[in-house]
């Protein structure tokens, strides 16, 4: 009797301990892209809003046709868009189109590492377009590596005009691995 009484406690507790973690978390909004893998150094992986589909390429296969933004670990790059951070957290809460500068792509040269030996301290540089302001998105700061999602939605200007808004919410995989992107996006944002 008192093995039951500690087992039927014990599944009560475990019901009550799920129900208050799904409160406390944010339910997702827009379309929810999960455990993007952006971690190889020597990938894009593109993003098309409109079809909602990953491709993940090499550095130099040709980028597909249709696409609106690419992530590379960290980096991001539009496909002749822009990008504005906002001070909104939510995306319910960004109702139009925000009236701030946006940013476009610029040519980096020590900004996308391609390789990477730690144990050597040597790392190689594409020269590529990234777009700085997207790629505030996450920041890594010490070691071992700690990484920090800005909790704020972005917009995006897509090359044909039209707007998505999109807010990043983890670096990291559902087996805690880095390098994984989650968002939540809207297309077409008006």
Same mark, same amino acid.
């Given at each position: 009797?008192?093995?039951? =009484? ?6 009560? +507790? ?8 799904? $409160? ?8 929810? @892209? ?26 130099? !296969? #040709? #980028?597909? %046709?249709?696409? $609106? ?17 906002? $001070?909104?957290?939510?995306? +319910? ?5 925000? &009236? ?6 610029? =040519? ?7 390789? #990477?030996?730690? /144990?050597?301290?040597? /790392?190689?540089?594409?020269?590529? !377009?990234?777009? =700085? ?7 890594? &700061? ?7 999602? %800005?909790?704020?939605?972005?917009? @995006? ?11 990043? +919410?983890?670096?990291? +995989?559902? /087996? $805690?691995?880095?390098?994984? #992107? ?9």
């Amino acid at each position: 009797m008192k093995r039951l =009484l500690l087992t039927g406690w014990a599944i009560v +507790s475990c019901l009550l301990c799920v129900s208050c973690k799904e $409160d406390d978390t944010e339910k997702p909004e827009g379309k929810t @892209v999960y455990d993007l893998d952006v971690s190889a150094y020597d990938r894009w992986v593109y993003f098309s809003f409109e079809t909602g589909v990953p491709q993940s390429l090499g550095l130099k !296969e #040709a #980028a597909p %046709a249709k696409w $609106d933004i690419a992530l590379h670990r960290g980096d991001v790059k539009t496909n002749g868009g822009s990008a504005l951070k906002t $001070d909104v957290t939510k995306l +319910s809460e960004l109702t139009q189109v925000p &009236s701030g500068k946006f940013v476009s792509d610029t =040519l980096t040269f020590d900004v996308v590492v391609v390789e #990477a030996d730690m /144990m050597q301290e040597i /790392m190689t540089y594409d020269t590529t !377009e990234v777009n =700085l302001e997207l790629g505030s998105w996450v920041r890594r &700061s010490g070691m071992p590596p700690v990484y920090t999602v %800005a909790p704020q939605v972005y917009v @995006v200007r897509t090359k044909d005009g039209k707007h998505a808004k999109i807010r990043f +919410s983890s670096y990291k +995989s559902a /087996m $805690d691995k880095a390098g994984h #992107a989650t968002f939540s996006y809207e297309y077409p944002f008006e």
